[in-house]
């Protein structure tokens, strides 16, 4: 079974500050990790994922997040956000084998002026 | 041309109704998913269907029945609504092939039961 911590529900920050949304992981199997964002009243996004490879996944809103396998983590981290990045994001596992995403309890990030 | 799309958006009902959401998508993807996220926004996978097959189902009631008439649809039908059920419900669908394919999400279809 897997299970995703997201310790923070919400991230205030003003705008332009750099912000980290943390995310925790257990699995007994291999996993693949998402990172989505849901807009107000939207359907869930895709902002970027690690399958294998570097560590280091970068989206292409300047987004990005490490895969730490030892500490079984995968941060989200901006250096300079804006106003349009308020939203919930959702951090995701999907074990090798099963196709299925157990998401995290999201974090709310609201950025202010 | 919305890639994945749900109806109705809101649904307000009374307990004890039955109720079907649609679901469509136009990626000619194979594999189609129901999640439900409740008022908290957490968000729990219910079902999946690969090409009008179920492969997964999540210990959800019997009082809810997927059902896909083909690769492009997955309606959620739900007997005897209860206060419970009351969430937003999305649709996914994805690509089979290699792992971790990105699933895209419908809207969202808001359930209040009164």
Redesign the interface.
Known sequence: AQSVTQLDSQVPVFEEAPVELRCNYSSSVSVYLFWYVQYPNQGLQLLLKYLSGSTLVESINGFEAEFNKSQTSFHLRKPSVHISDTAEYFCAVEPTGRRALTFGSGTRLQVQP | DTA?SQTPKYLVTQMGNDKSIKCEQNLGHD?M?WYKQDS??????MF?Y?NKEL??N?TVPNRFSPKSPDKAHLNLHINSLELGDSAVY?C?S?KTGA??E??Y????TRLLVL
């Not at chain 2, 908290?40 to 996978?45: H, N, R, S, V």
């Not at chain 2, 999400?105 to 969202?108: D, K, L, S, V």
């Open positions: 994945v594999t998913y908290k926004k957490f968000l729990k996978i999946s690969n492969i997964i999540e999305f996914a994805q792992a971790a990105t699933q999400f419908g809207p969202g």
